[in-house]
């Protein structure tokens, strides 16, 4: 995702209150409207829907992003989705009456803004065509290829779901990567 440059971040940082969660928070709830925008400065957090009692993930953030349902924060609407913290993190958290004085204020930043913007929706774009045209093992390896880091800090049952497979399904295809991959 587009990197904000430092005076970005400060500028952040100086409306914003930082908050220690432990793992397993809700910072947003599927159908609230979204008050919050969040800087990770530790952890990793996923955005999730609930589809008939089945969890699907659909992103991880790491440090150094900046997490909110973005669509229900910045027109009032009801979030679709829930955001969650997988790890304890620390988050430098806002409220959406002060950032968008920021916004008014700083164009530049409301300019980032929106090139952020544009860059989730091409990822949230790429994930479901790949859902749609890859089989589950191409998607895995897609992901192992272009977010490595999530084999390490997230949990297998939320890659599979995130993969749109049961965790079992993950383990027989990295069992079969891991044989295909071994020197005869």
Not at 68 to 97: D, G, H, M, W
Not at 101 to 126: A, D, G, S
Not at 162 to 175: A, D, F
Request: aromatic content about 14%; hydrophobic content about 35%.
């Amino acid at each position: 995702m587009t990197a904000f440059d430092p005076q970005v971040i400060e500028k952040f940082k100086a409306i914003s209150k930082k908050i220690d969660y432990p793992k397993k928070t809700f910072l947003v709830n599927e159908g609230d409207v979204c008050k919050q925008i969040f800087l990770i400065e530790d952890g990793c957090l996923r955005s999730w829907f609930n589809d008939d009692g089945n969890d699907i993930t659909f992103q991880f953030f790491f440090e150094g992003n900046f997490v909110s349902s973005f669509e229900s924060f910045k027109n009032n609407r009801p979030c679709l989705y829930n955001i969650e913290t997988l790890t304890s993190a620390v988050l430098y958290v806002a409220q959406r009456a002060d950032f968008m004085k920021v916004l008014e204020k700083e164009p530049e930043i409301n300019e980032r803004l929106n090139q952020f913007l544009m860059q989730r929706l091409y990822h949230y774009q790429k994930l479901f065509i790949s859902r749609i045209t890859h089989s589950p093992q191409r998607r895995y390896e897609e992901l192992i290829k272009e977010q490595p880091q999530l084999m390490d800090r997230v949990p297998q049952h939320y890659i599979a779901t995130y993969l749109g497979i049961t965790p079992v399904s993950l383990s027989r295809i990295k069992k079969k990567i891991r044989i295909s991959m071994k020197p005869w």
